[in-house]
């Protein structure tokens, strides 16, 4: 059965190393949900997040694959601990007339913030798991949608447990 | 005192001790092949074609088991050398590709003869580096050299930009270098091989299947060592063939699509399977169903852990080099009394025999025409068994691997996981210059053998007598094999039309060649041509055109749903 799992990569911060990842997914017929990448404290390493769908076979390959690149320096499947996992979605609505008060409570409601403010437009800046983000999307009328951005999740294990060199 | 990166590049190759580089000029490696020209220590391998230089320097590799290196210029020059590169990383061989690139500056501006070399050979090599700056260069190439060599080996190609080669830096060449990414597991888990000892040991119906991994491993001795230790039987892939002397009556052919119907049978049919440097492929496990409806456990060396559990799933998986695992293995089975359930073995090999009784290998060796069978086990004859022999991509091809016995190691060469037609002659020169007194033959068709026909060429220039073998049907032949079995005999674009006179084509290049058309001129015309010590002999045998290879595993079908040549 294909289950939702979140992997995390330490890999060198070097040119083309999100190619190679990216690359290996597609030619091994991977699914790729989502994929953040960006430099760690020690500025010659990236953590990348990985969100992908597979059965326990599959994201076991995949495991493996990506620690056979030679740029990967650890890779660790969240799921096989408990995780937070968090994801960052901006979206411009709709705030006009009465809509403007709905708006703000909304976004209240689902611990947004207001980043930005035009005379017809808020830009609600919300950060939870992705369950919580599509929720929000789901109690606005979709007609005050205008745009939305998310950065696909990111995910670090709970307690003592560390990925780190 | 500060040299330029062309310079930088010639000296690496030198520090590394290459010996060939096979390669092509091209505008963005003058300046190196300015620094080829002013030494003499690496010697430069002047091919017709980029494809033909990778495949040269993977024959050189397979044959000798160092390093291949091949030299190419921007553009064409790497895309023409794709198709060697990812006949090189299929089968796992150790090479260095170097290829020229656009000046740094030009790099994104669709220059002249410019490609995103590093980008179109990512998914088809081990590593590649492209260099930015002459500092960094002979340290990437150091780190080329050594992820090439070591863990799985594999192709790497070093992408150099014209500029870096003018640019100027003091050289050192690192005597070593450490990744801290890369640090490939060579030592076998030792309560995983004390578990593999004690399965090994419970077996009624053990079997040990092994691959190309024995030989880049050089565990040809352990292995030997270990099917004496048991007793029992063995089989290999086509890319294992000669790690264990095919001679030998523990050995049971070759197995998968093309192998033995006693060799498949004890595959399908084992209790305990030890896999030793092989991957399961498609071509070897046929139906993956089919293969796991019965019951056995697998125990499974590998040096590469993605290649365990990847097809079939693995009940003791042991990641290390082979040579040292099965050292640990034959030593932990010497310390132990217990020999084994002797009697269930003895009922195993009473089977085996059964099937082995089959023969199924028998050809009509009354033909008036020439059976291309014929040709191969003239040819091992009369070597003595002891050439080096590379092969193109076909039915000659699986000829070769069926009726020539390899009895050791490194002595069969041939594109096995991409299956690349024109690989042979290109390959057999690797090895020639690599063992200029040994015997190499190249087993080929009419078909492979025009992919590179050009290399005839590189042969005259540097003197290397090979044994071109063409089992000449007129036919490329698996391909009109399968249109006969599973497309109604519908021969879609499967004839070869306009042939060459090979003869005249082979002496137009400088050679000898000879046409054989009846069985009784077979064994003669070989003795001639090998006693041509000095001389390519290009022997087109016309054979056979419907010949076919048995037996046969069909595609999707189980091992064990063999057609064999007396069901037809």
């Not at chain 2, 096979?22 to 002013?38: C, N, R, S, T």
């Not at chain 2, 009922?347 to 009784?357: A, D, K, P």
Request: with cysteine; hydrophobic share 40%.
């Amino acid at each position: 059965m294909a289950t939702r799992h979140i992997i995390s990569v330490l890999l060198e911060n070097e040119a083309g190393a999100l190619s190679r990842v990216s690359g290996l997914f597609s030619a091994r017929g991977y699914n790729i949900e989502s994929l953040t990448v960006a430099p760690t404290e020690d500025a010659t390493m990236s953590r990348m997040t990985i969100v992908t769908r597979g059965t326990e076979e599959v994201v076991e390959q995949i495991v493996k694959q990506l620690n056979k690149l030679i740029e990967v320096v650890k890779v660790l499947d969240l799921n096989e601990g408990s995780h937070i996992e968090r994801e960052l979605m901006l979206v411009k609505v709709k705030a006009e007339g009465k809509l403007r008060e709905e708006m703000k409570r909304m976004s209240d409601i689902f611990r947004g913030r207001i980043i930005d403010v035009a005379d017809s437009t808020y830009t609600i800046e919300l950060t939870g798991n992705g369950v919580k983000l599509d929720a929000f999307l789901e109690a606005l009328d979709p007609s005050a949608i205008l745009e939305t951005v998310r950065t696909g999740a990111c995910g670090i294990g709970r307690g003592e447990r560390v990925l780190k060199v | 005192m500060e040299i330029t990166g062309a310079e930088i590049t010639v000296r690496c190759l030198q520090e590394e001790g290459v010996e060939f580089a096979f390669g092509y000029p091209g505008g963005a490696v003058l300046y190196i092949y300015d620094e080829i020209f002013k030494q003499n220590k690496v010697k430069h391998v002047l091919v017709r074609h980029e494809q033909a230089a990778v495949h040269a320097a993977d024959g050189y590799a397979r044959a000798t088991g160092r390093v291949g290196v091949a030299l190419v210029t921007s553009g064409p020059g790497a895309t023409n050398a794709v198709t060697g590169i990812a006949t090189a990383y299929m089968d796992s061989i150790p090479m260095v590709i170097l290829s020229g690139q656009v000046p740094t500056p030009a790099i994104g501006l669709d220059a002249f003869q410019e490609v995103d070399t590093v980008g179109i050979t990512r998914p088809c090599v081990k590593h590649n580096f492209l260099v930015k700056d002459v500092k960094d260069l002979a340290v990437t190439i150091k780190k080329a050299f050594h992820i090439a060599a070591t863990g799985r080996p594999g192709p790497v190609l070093v992408d150099i930009p014209k500029d870096i080669t003018t640019h100027l830096t003091a050289f050192e060449y690192p005597k070593s270098v450490t990744l801290r990414s890369y640090n490939p597991v060579t030592v076998g888990h030792p309560m995983q091989i004390k578990k593999a000892v004690k399965l090994l040991l419970s077996a009624k119906r053990p079997f040990v299947y092994t691959g190309g991994g024995v030989i880049l491993s050089e565990a040809s001795g352990q292995l030997n060592k270990l099917i004496k230790l048991l007793g029992v039987p063995c089989t290999s892939t086509l890319m294992g063939l000669g790690a264990y002397p095919e001679t030998d009556r523990q050995f049971l052919g070759m197995l998968g699509m093309h192998g033995t119907y006693e060799a498949n049978m004890a595959m399908q049919h084992c209790d305990v399977l030890l896999a030793v440097g092989a991957r399961f492929d498609d071509r070897v496990i046929g139906n993956t169903e089919h293969f796991n409806s019965e019951k056995r456990q697998i125990i499974h060396i590998d040096i590469d852990p993605s290649s365990i559990s990847k097809r079939v799933k693995v009940d003791v998986p042991i990641v290390g080099s082979v040579a040292q695992v099965l050292d640990e293995l034959i030593k932990q089975l010497q310390a132990t009394k217990d020999r084994g359930d002797q009697a269930a073995l003895k009922t195993w090999w009473t089977q085996i025999e059964l099937w082995r009784s089959k023969d199924c290998m028998k050809y009509d060796r009354s033909s008036k025409i020439i059976k291309p069978q014929y040709v191969v086990e003239k040819l091992y004859e009369v070597t003595k068994g002891d050439a080096y022999v590379t092969s193109d991509v076909g039915q000659h091809q699986m000829w070769a691997a069926q009726y020539y016995k390899f009895d050791k190691p490194r002595r069969w060469i041939n594109s096995g996981g991409l299956g690349t037609m024109g690989f042979g002659l290109p390959a057999a020169m690797g090895v020639k210059l690599a063992f200029p007194k040994a015997n190499v033959a190249c087993i080929t068709g009419e078909a492979s053998i025009q992919m590179c026909i050009q290399e005839l060429s590189t042969c005259k220039q540097y003197h290397l007598p090979l044994k071109i073998i063409n089992l000449n049907n007129r036919y490329m032949g698996m391909v009109r094999q399968w249109q006969q079995f599973f497309h109604g005999n519908r021969y879609s674009e499967s004839y070869m039309d306009a042939l060459p006179d090979f003869v005249k084509l082979a002496e137009a290049y400088g050679h000898v060649g000879m046409r054989i058309e009846k069985p009784s001129d077979v064994e003669g015309a070989l003795k001639e041509a090998f006693k041509l010590k000095d001389q390519l002999v290009f022997m087109d045998f016309l054979t056979d055109q419907t010949e076919n290879v048995f037996p046969m595993v069909p595609g999707g079908k189980g091992l064990s749903e063999m057609i064999l040549a007396e069901d037809l």
